[in-house]
């Protein structure tokens, strides 16, 4: 996709779906954070700190080849979902 070809509709999802990477980024961030501050073992901070770099190569992907993988998608929202559950851990301990 040329940015030609680049409709105002692709540009508006482009944007949006960055701006739901960036949140994901920075709960994971937040939370990796929290987990070091506590210094529990309890909580795989490597392991988030692999899930923020997943975020960011998608991203990145996107922003090169200009194509919006719908996996992509799902594993950003699974990654989500897990970072924001292990945000409410956080908040209740």
Do not use: C, P
């Amino acid at each position: 996709m040329t940015t030609s070809n680049i409709t105002a509709a692709d540009l508006d999802k482009k944007t949006k779906i960055y701006d739901k990477i960036k949140l994901l980024v920075d709960v994971i961030g937040r939370n990796i954070a929290r987990i070091k501050k506590s210094g529990t073992n309890n909580f795989d901070w490597l392991e988030y700190n692999r899930d923020s770099g997943f975020a960011f190569n998608i991203k990145a992907k996107i922003a090169s080849t200009g194509i919006i993988d719908k996996e992509d998608l799902k594993y950003l929202n699974s990654l989500y979902k897990k970072h924001l559950n292990i945000q409410k851990l956080l908040d209740n301990a």
